[in-house]
């Protein structure tokens, strides 16, 4: 007997990482697999971040079902935090909630906003959870292009001839994942100014802006008039090593972030109180904190350009983020590339196509993995080379 599903399954997939590491790793004879697929931090929070979340489990009130929008402390940090990086005022009441994470926010954006058929714009290559999630909604998809003849810049002209129809959302993403390019000033205007004109609600997700961004860290919300548009999206994820704990931020548009929280009001009763608490820890920690985290980001880094010259591959200058975006040499076949990488030296990379047409003949590599895993997968690929079974 087969159950019948929403027609809203129809074509939505599960997200390539996750169906291609299912059922445990690539090993062969006793190799171990070197995972440099996915963004997962290998590194652990501050100290002082899970000391938190052990002392205050210990409080009764900590047990409690908590406000789907975040606890008062925490939106208050958040909002001091927001302040000190970014130069942004917010209101705590009206401009600020917690997230289970950022996914959670691309969810409930999405679920409020998106009804059957209205278009959604995004970025070519870009996250492919902003396209699924707008299919889940039965909403359309419209690419747009980044490249490097475009300077991986959005081009507004693309956007007015792709604008028929009913476009309710742009997808934003600078540092770029998964090419780690930089959205300049001047193109967050323009796109404000387009969004404005048309009543488009542009949605930042902005889980980077602290990793290897040689550039100070960016917010749409500092541009004159973007809260009339904007909302953004900052995880803990990436810059506090904190992607198990679930919790990320939606600042910007309060009228967007009211019908968030209604969402939200249904599917879920608050993130863990202690988890909160410890958020606010991170919020609080030096710049010492991320210069240090950078500082072992920018030696894997070297490391991994370096694997990746081995493969044949270029990588690009002025980017940002954990991640290296290499071209293949002669514009390869990257999912067969992909393959033949695991199979032959239990390397995992991504195939750049998993992020759209732009993407094909690109690997994305993941600098989640300490220099001594790196420098074996060097060794491996050696050996790949002098025609060695690794």
């Not at 072992?296 to 983020?321: P, S």
């Amino acid at each position: 007997m087969e159950l019948l599903r929403a027609d809203r399954m129809n074509g939505v997939e599960e997200y390539f990482l996750a169906k291609a590491l299912r059922g445990g790793g690539y090993a062969v004879k006793g190799r171990e697999l070197i995972n440099f697929g996915v963004g997962n931090p290998d590194l652990l929070p501050p100290e002082e971040v899970v000391n938190e979340i052990a002392a205050s489990s210990k409080e009764a009130e900590s047990h409690k079902y908590q406000p789907s929008t975040g606890s008062i402390l925490f939106r208050r940090k958040a909002v001091e935090w927001y302040n000190k990086n970014f130069g942004v005022e917010l209101d705590y009441e009206s401009e600020l909630i917690s997230l289970l994470g950022a996914k959670d926010g691309i969810f409930h954006i999405s679920l409020a906003y998106l009804n059957k058929g209205d278009k959604v714009f995004v970025p070519d290559p870009g996250y492919p959870v902003y396209s699924h999630t707008a299919s889940l909604m039965q909403a359309v998809p419209v690419q747009y292009n980044l490249n490097s003849a475009g300077r991986w810049q959005v081009n507004i002209k693309e956007l007015e001839e792709k604008t028929a129809g009913r476009v309710k959302i742009i997808w934003l993403n600078s540092p770029n994942m998964p090419t780690g390019s930089i959205l300049e000033e001047k193109t967050f205007k323009a796109v404000i100014n387009f969004a404005r004109r048309n009543n488009i609600l542009i949605v930042h997700d902005n889980p980077y802006s602290f990793i290897l961004n040689g550039s100070k860290p960016f917010s749409i919300l500092s541009i004159k008039g973007a809260k009339e548009t904007a909302v953004e999206l900052i995880s803990l994820s990436k810059t506090y090593n904190m992607q198990g704990f679930r919790i990320a931020i939606a600042a910007g548009n309060a009228g967007v972030l009211d019908a968030i929280g209604r969402t939200k009001s249904i599917t879920d009763s608050g993130g863990y109180l202690p988890i909160q608490h410890s958020a606010v820890k991170a919020l609080a920690m030096k710049k010492g904190w991320v210069k240090k985290l950078n500082g072992i980001y920018g030696e894997r880094k070297k490391e991994v350009e370096i694997m990746a010259r081995m493969l044949g591959c270029e990588t690009g200058t002025n980017n940002a983020g954990m991640f290296v975006w290499a071209k293949l040499p002669g514009n390869g076949n990257d999912v067969e590339f992909y393959a033949d990488l695991l199979k032959r030296a239990g390397i995992l990379v991504t195939p750049g196509s998993v992020y759209g047409k732009n993407g094909k003949g690109h690997i994305r590599i993941s600098l989640c993995q300490p220099v001594e895993k790196i420098k074996i997968a060097q060794e491996r690929i050696n050996n790949l080379i002098k025609g060695k079974v690794c």
